[in-house]
């Protein structure tokens, strides 16, 4: 089985700094994309910031110049760290990644649990 765990969420002002962090664990052969969603209550889930396997990164209008996701592909891990943070940020954040398990699988989405993240004016 696969285990997608975020970590890292919490209360913090408007102008300050957050980081995030996805593990993924358990049966892994390759893990191709991996993404940060957001959904904000009364809101549809969009996306945040993605990667991919080689580095390549982008992010939504909303989050330029301040937020930087990375990855470490040796602890399938990615992190998402959201600087100047304002009010409109707040939401739950999810990981996604687009993992492979076996070296013959199919590609599949898996998901995190979300953690919260709330800005306060």
């Known amino acids: 089985q696969l285990r997608v765990v975020e970590s890292g969420g919490g209360l913090v002002q408007a102008g300050g700094s957050q980081g995030l962090s996805c593990t993924i664990s358990?049966?892994?052969?390759?893990?191709?994309?991996m993404r940060w969603y957001r959904q904000a209550p009364g809101k549809q889930r969009e996306l945040v910031a993605g990667?991919?396997?080689?580095?390549?990164?982008s992010y939504a209008d909303s989050v330029k110049g301040r937020f930087t996701i990375s990855r470490d592909n040796a602890k399938n891990t990615v992190h998402l760290q959201m600087n100047s943070l304002k009010p409109e940020d707040t939401g739950v954040y999810y990981c996604?990644?687009?993992?492979?398990?076996?070296?013959?699988?199919?590609?599949?989405?898996?998901w995190g649990q979300g953690t919260q993240v709330t800005v306060s004016s």
């Open positions: 990667i991919t396997s080689g580095g390549t990164t």
């Open positions: 996604n990644a687009d993992v492979i398990q076996h070296q013959w699988g199919d590609r599949s989405y898996y």
């Open positions: 358990g049966t892994i052969y390759s893990i191709n994309d």
